[in-house]
């Protein structure tokens, strides 16, 4: 796992949405989604529950944001 697809995470934990975290990133949403994919299949768990307009962290996805932000 690489500290620029935690940042990433964290981005994406924050904004709540994926397209506003993709646009403070200065990447394209797809290429966010695609990697918020690979590392839930890294970890073999599900980080957020996607929903229309918003995401929401799973269990699993707060454990991972509070170590993030400790690295």
């Known amino acids: 796992m690489e500290i620029r697809i935690l940042r990433y ?3 994406v934990a924050r904004e709540e949405n994926i397209t506003r975290a993709a646009a403070v990133l200065h990447i394209t949403q797809p290429t966010l989604s695609r990697q918020l994919i690979q590392l ?3 970890l ?3 980080l957020l ?3 229309k307009n918003k995401v929401t962290l ?3 996805g707060m ?3 509070r170590r993030a932000e400790e690295i």
Request: charged content about 35%; hydrophobic content about 35%.
């Open 9 to 11: 995470f964290l981005t």
């Open 40 to 42: 839930e299949e890294e």
């Open 44 to 46: 073999n768990t599900q």
């Open 49 to 51: 529950i996607r929903g």
């Open 58 to 60: 799973t269990d699993a």
């Open 63 to 65: 454990l991972l944001r």
